[in-house]
């Protein structure tokens, strides 16, 4: 029951044993930050946290320069094991669990509106992304930004909704991170959803329930890393939660590789879902018996401001 907590006690004695041992600046990320961070004064040396703004299940503090669009693919195949795995789906590779066409386009230097669409429950969501703290060499250790999103599932499981505006879901994310070397990164995220019919429609499932998650990337190359993403909602329904609805913590691992204007991310997850209503809420795969599964996520930034970007 306790396993979640030593989790973010690992995330939190890994993060300190880097600090101590790596000192000096911290430069920016040399690839495609430039289109994702910022444009402060050079005295402020604003730091870059993360290569994008997505990692395997969390989104990053990096938001998406002013005229800039992040064209998002996001993709989780069927289970490698278990009942619906091996060799007979091509250990998942079959099937999708989950499919995600996202666009994030930036309204200023600090803030994007995204737009994606997702197959899982054929949800839509809506956000707004604002970072409101840069971490810096002379000022603040952290950055802060504020994630809002409102989700619709217009067409899935019309049954359960008795009303249209039961269809809607919310979620409202604070994104704390920290870049301790050029080789180390690591992000918080404080998180609270909200439903207006609780999902999946189970007896007794909660509408509102906090989660806190943490990811950390370390780099291995210039342009290749190991990245973990967690999530722990505490919700009572989910902690006692019985088979065959028994629900388990989100968890992904892989590889981020940075191609100049991509990021490319292949990673293994027990989350069927890629938006953080539906693998918050709904993460039934148990990693102990093959129901975990390969996805990737591709993200590139396209510059429609009419304006080359500096170097």
Do not use: C, W
Request: positive net charge.
């Amino acid at each position: 029951m306790k396993k979640h907590y030593y989790l973010l006690l690992i995330f939190a004695l890994l993060s300190v044993k880097l600090n101590a041992q790596q000192t000096g600046k911290i430069s920016r990320e040399d690839s495609l930050m430039n289109a994702m961070a910022a444009a402060n004064p050079p005295q402020a040396a604003t730091t870059a946290i993360f290569a994008s703004s997505r990692l395997i299940l969390s989104e990053t503090n990096e938001t998406v320069k002013k005229g800039n669009l992040n064209f998002l693919v996001i993709h989780r195949f069927g289970d490698i094991g278990g009942p619906f795995g091996g060799g007979q789906s091509l250990f998942g590779l079959d099937n999708s669990s989950d499919i995600y066409i996202g666009f994030e386009y930036g309204l200023g230097q600090n803030l994007d509106i995204q737009f994606g669409r997702s197959k899982f429950q054929q949800l839509i969501d809506l956000g707004l992304k604002y970072n409101i703290v840069h971490q810096s060499n002379d000022g603040s250790p952290v950055a802060i930004t504020l994630l809002g999103k409102m989700g619709l599932k217009p067409y899935k499981n019309i049954g359960a909704f008795n009303a249209y505006s039961d269809r809607f879901a919310y979620v409202a994310q604070a994104i704390i991170g920290h870049k301790f070397s050029r080789a180390f990164s690591m992000q918080i995220t404080p998180t609270f959803v909200s439903s207006n019919t609780a999902q999946p429609a189970l007896p007794g499932n909660d509408k509102r329930f906090f989660a806190l998650g943490a990811a950390a990337r370390l780099k291995i190359t210039k342009r290749m890393g190991i990245v973990v993403d967690y999530a722990h909602p505490f919700s009572t329904f989910r902690s006692n939660s019985p088979a065959p609805d028994k629900f388990y913590d989100p968890i992904g691992v892989g590889i981020e590789v940075e191609t100049g204007g991509h990021v490319f991310t292949i990673n293994f997850s027990n989350a069927k879902a890629i938006s953080q209503t539906n693998y918050l809420s709904d993460t039934r795969s148990d990693i102990g018996k093959g129901e975990f599964r390969l996805g990737f996520t591709i993200s590139r930034i396209f510059d429609l401001s009419g304006h080359k970007s500096s170097k």
